[in-house]
T-cell receptor, first 115, second 113 residues
Framework: GAVVSQHPSRVICKSGTSVKIECRSL??????MFWYRQFPKQSLMLMAT?????????EQGVEKDKFLINHASLTLSTLTVTSAHPEDSSFYIC???????????FGDGTRLSIL | QQQVKQSPQSLIVQKGGISIINCAYE??????FPWYQQFPGKGPALLIA?????SEKKEGRFTISFNKSAKQFSLHIMDSQPGDSATYFC????????????FGSGTQLTVLP
C-alpha cells in the first residue's frame, strides 16, 4: 500500500518550454503533498507543501511563479516548471501523506533535463 | 535552526559487518526522526522511524538509537549486505501538522561482497 506514482520519469526539452510533472497517490487520499528538488549527490530540498484545494506554501528562495503547483484533488498534484532553463535541470521528487500519524511516501522522481 | 547534520558522507563496509550512520539536530521542537533509503534514480523509501519517547527501535536488521539529551540519533545496519548499498538520509520533523521533513546530507553506503 501507500504507492505514489510520478510521471513522467524523465523529460528532456528545450530551454524556454514549460514542463508539467504529475504526482498521484494510487491507493490513498493524500491530504498533503510535497515537492522536492535534488541535485546529483545532494540531499532533498523541500520546494513547497500543498494541501488539497489550497494554495501551495513555498519555501524561501523558491519562485512560485516559476514553479506552479496545483493540488486539485486528494490524489493528484502537479508541478509545472514554467519557461524552463538549463539551471532548472534537476531531479524532482514528490511525496504524499494523509493527516494523522502517517509518514511521507515518495514517488520515484522525474529527471528533468533542459537543453 | 532547522539543520540536520549527517555523517559520514560515505561509508564502505564488508559484507556481514555493521554500518553506522549518525545524525544530529538542533531544533528541540523536532519529535519525529525517520530514516530513508534511496537507490540511484529512485525516490527515497522509508526504512524506520523513531519518536523521542523511546531510546531505541529495531526492525529486522535496522536499528535506530536515539539520544534526546545529546540531540543525536543513529542508524545501525546489522549483517550488512551488498543489496544495502544505497544512499541513506536521516530526517527530522515535528510530528503534528504537515510534518515537513528536514533531511540530512546523506551517506553513500557501499557494502563489499
Amino acid at each position: 500500500g501507500a504507492v505514489v506514482s510520478q510521471h513522467p520519469s524523465r523529460v528532456i526539452c528545450k530551454s524556454g518550454t514549460s514542463v508539467k510533472i504529475e504526482c498521484r497517490s494510487l491507493d490513498f487520499q493524500a491530504t498533503t503533498m510535497f515537492w522536492y528538488r535534488q541535485f546529483p549527490k545532494q540531499s532533498l530540498m523541500l520546494m513547497a507543501t500543498s494541501n488539497e484545494g489550497s494554495k501551495a506554501t513555498y519555501e524561501q528562495g523558491v519562485e512560485k511563479d516559476k514553479f506552479l503547483i496545483n493540488h486539485a484533488s486528494l490524489t493528484l498534484s502537479t508541478l509545472t516548471v514554467t519557461s524552463a532553463h538549463p539551471e532548472d535541470s534537476s531531479f524532482y521528487i514528490c511525496s504524499a501523506r494523509v493527516a494523522g500519524g502517517s509518514p511521507q511516501h515518495f514517488g520515484d522522481g522525474t529527471r528533468l533535463s533542459i537543453l | 535552526q532547522q539543520q540536520v547534520k549527517q555523517s559520514p558522507q560515505s561509508l564502505i563496509v564488508q559484507k556481514g559487518g555493521i554500518s553506522i550512520i549518525n545524525c544530529a539536530y538542533e531544533n528541540t521542537a523536532f519529535d519525529y526522526f525517520p530514516w530513508y533509503q534511496q537507490f540511484p534514480g529512485k525516490g527515497p523509501a522509508l526504512l524506520i522511524a523513531i519518536r523521542p519517547d523511546v531510546s531505541e527501535k529495531k526492525e529486522g536488521r535496522f536499528t535506530i538509537s536515539f539520544n534526546k539529551s545529546a540531540k543525536q540519533f543513529s542508524l545501525h545496519i546489522m549483517d550488512s549486505q551488498p543489496g544495502d548499498s544505497a544512499t541513506y538520509f536521516c530526517a527530522a520533523s515535528v510530528f503534528r501538522g504537515a510534518r515537513q521533513l528536514t533531511f540530512g546530507s546523506g551517506t553513500q553506503l557501499t557494502v563489499l561482497p
